[in-house]
């Protein structure tokens, strides 16, 4: 249950550490349950950081001066601060195309600061993006406007969302991606399986991140047996590996797939996948928020800012080559983890090729479906209840998440 997490509710997902001498270096990344990005810590790192001279880092989109419609200024504030709750990664694509011009990387702090740039237009204002995760101590990233209030904007799943609507309610303004990448793997060779209750009608271990939510519904739904579930998963491949893979485990879409098959010698085989999205567990994953008590005074900013993001994962899913060469780059400014330029080409790829970034049932790219959010809640609600956490009475769809601010002609090519 909830209660059980080691770790701040905000990342109940995790990566995958390696099983390498260099293991004891990222061994605190195993307490981490955020969803892409780490995998196995390998020999196959990211390229380019020395120990010369570092070459200046700019931003992902040419820039020109701002005017008229395209200009934030006097609208936002001068600085838009996003807290993400990781470090950079694909699944943040489009908020990183968002830099433009010579970026200011502070490596102390873990965090990158440019103009923000609007399809190649400056738009008079900054962006500070800031890493999350073990940048800042593992503290949920949808907290940190309650103690920091030059944070406009932090990322969250819904689910996250609603079980912090008791205490520090925060509003989704904008869901850049529109699946969540959590999967339960599989090998191949050994198994057919074509739905999560396949998996179900054997008895086959299905290992999981302790506390994760969609494994409560997966379980209550009866896709999955009580049984059968696992919760001793810690980010380590050790137990697949011991298995030979006749196993079920938890992973992202973006990270354990292509880290398993192309980073792991002691798999290096491909993997199969379900994702847990297609089990019914309707979560929109990393949505961008804002304080529900600040909103109104920052509607203005809202209006203006929430369809430069739209137009940007657009833009993103399009075309990532130049955003993921920067998120790379910043990966190895803060000493964060091995991530190369093939592992986030093959992240951009299999978001875009299975709707993880994608327009809705209606042509948007970044809105909200009410009827999904509410199925939502009636899913969490007894999961929170039992981890005596309750939502609140009577919350609903519109009181977590908002299409107010969403440009619905806006949606991916």
Same mark, same amino acid.
């Given at each position: 249950?909830?209660?059980?997490?080691?770790?701040?509710?905000?990342?109940?997902?995790?990566?995958?550490?390696?099983?390498?001498?260099?293991?004891? =270096?990222?061994?605190?990344?195993? @307490?981490?349950?955020?969803?892409?990005?780490?995998? &196995?810590?390998? *020999? $196959?790192? #990211?390229? %380019?950081?020395?120990?010369?001279?570092?070459?200046?880092?700019?931003?992902?989109?040419?820039?020109?001066?701002?005017?008229?419609?395209?200009?934030?200024?006097?609208?936002?504030?001068?600085?838009?601060?996003?807290?993400?709750?990781?470090?950079?990664?694909?699944?943040?694509?489009?908020?990183? =195309?968002?830099?433009?011009?010579? @970026?200011?990387?502070?490596?102390?702090?873990?965090? &990158?600061?440019? *103009? $923000?740039? #609007?399809? %190649?237009?400056?738009?008079?204002?900054?962006?500070?993006?800031?890493?999350?995760?073990?940048?800042?101590?593992?503290?949920?990233?949808?907290?940190?406007?309650?103690?920091?209030?030059?944070?406009?904007?932090?990322?969250?799943?819904?689910?996250?969302?609603?079980?912090?609507?008791?205490?520090? =309610?925060?509003?989704?303004?904008?869901?850049?991606?529109?699946?969540?990448?959590?999967?339960?793997?599989?090998?191949?060779?050994?198994?057919?399986?074509?739905?999560?209750?396949?998996?179900?009608?054997?008895?086959?271990?299905?290992?999981?991140?302790?506390?994760?939510?969609?494994?409560?519904?997966?379980?209550?739904?009866?896709?999955?047996?009580?049984?059968?579930?696992?919760?001793?998963?810690?980010?380590?491949?050790?137990?697949?590996?011991?298995?030979?893979?006749?196993?079920?485990?938890?992973?992202?879409?973006?990270?354990?797939?292509?880290?398993?098959?192309?980073?792991?010698?002691?798999?290096?085989?491909?993997?199969?996948?379900?994702?847990?999205?297609?089990?019914?567990?309707?979560?929109?994953?990393?949505?961008?928020?804002?304080?529900?008590?600040?909103?109104?005074?920052?509607?203005?900013?809202?209006?203006?800012?929430?369809?430069?993001?739209?137009?940007?994962?657009?833009?993103?899913?399009?075309?990532?080559?130049?955003?993921?060469?920067?998120?790379?780059?910043?990966?190895?400014?803060?000493?964060?983890?091995?991530?190369?330029?093939?592992?986030?080409?093959?992240?951009?790829?299999?978001?875009?090729?299975?709707?993880?970034?994608?327009?809705?049932?209606?042509?948007?790219?970044?809105?909200?479906?009410?009827?999904?959010?509410?199925?939502?809640?009636?899913?969490?609600?007894?999961?929170?209840?039992?981890?005596?956490?309750?939502?609140?009475?009577?919350?609903?769809?519109?009181?977590?998440?908002?299409?107010?601010?969403?440009?619905?002609?806006?949606?991916?090519?």
């Amino acid at each position: 249950m909830l209660t059980s997490v080691k770790v701040p509710w905000g990342f109940r997902k995790t990566h995958i550490t390696a099983v390498w001498p260099d293991l004891d =270096r990222y061994r605190p990344l195993v @307490l981490r349950p955020r969803p892409a990005a780490l995998a &196995v810590a390998v *020999a $196959l790192t #990211a390229a %380019g950081c020395s120990g010369g001279p570092q070459e200046p880092v700019t931003g992902a989109r040419p820039t020109a001066s701002a005017s008229g419609a395209s200009s934030l200024a006097g609208v936002c504030p001068q600085t838009v601060v996003i807290q993400s709750n990781w470090w950079p990664q694909a699944e943040d694509g489009s908020i990183y =195309r968002l830099l433009g011009g010579e @970026l200011d990387v502070d490596a102390g702090r873990k965090r &990158v600061t440019g *103009a $923000l740039v #609007a399809e %190649g237009v400056d738009t008079g204002v900054r962006l500070e993006i800031r890493s999350g995760g073990p940048a800042n101590g593992f503290v949920p990233a949808a907290t940190v406007p309650f103690t920091d209030e030059s944070v406009l904007l932090a990322t969250a799943d819904t689910d996250q969302v609603a079980q912090l609507a008791a205490t520090r =309610r925060v509003k989704a303004v904008v869901a850049p991606l529109e699946k969540s990448p959590v999967v339960l793997m599989f090998d191949p060779a050994r198994h057919r399986f074509r739905t999560v209750a396949d998996i179900g009608r054997t008895d086959l271990r299905v290992l999981y991140f302790q506390g994760a939510t969609y494994m409560d519904y997966l379980v209550g739904s009866g896709q999955l047996k009580r049984s059968q579930v696992d919760a001793g998963y810690t980010g380590n491949p050790d137990r697949w590996v011991a298995a030979g893979g006749n196993l079920v485990q938890q992973g992202f879409l973006t990270n354990e797939p292509f880290a398993y098959e192309n980073e792991l010698p002691a798999w290096n085989k491909k993997v199969a996948w379900l994702l847990v999205a297609d089990a019914g567990y309707p979560v929109y994953p990393e949505t961008l928020v804002v304080r529900a008590d600040r909103e109104q005074r920052h509607a203005p900013c809202l209006e203006k800012l929430v369809p430069v993001i739209q137009r940007s994962a657009a833009g993103y899913l399009a075309d990532p080559d130049a955003t993921n060469q920067l998120i790379v780059r910043l990966t190895q400014d803060f000493d964060a983890y091995p991530y190369s330029a093939a592992r986030a080409a093959y992240a951009a790829r299999v978001m875009k090729d299975n709707g993880i970034v994608g327009n809705g049932t209606n042509g948007t790219l970044g809105d909200f479906d009410t009827a999904r959010v509410t199925t939502l809640l009636e899913v969490v609600g007894p999961v929170f209840a039992a981890a005596k956490q309750p939502l609140p009475a009577g919350l609903t769809a519109e009181d977590i998440t908002t299409n107010a601010y969403v440009d619905a002609s806006i949606g991916a090519g």
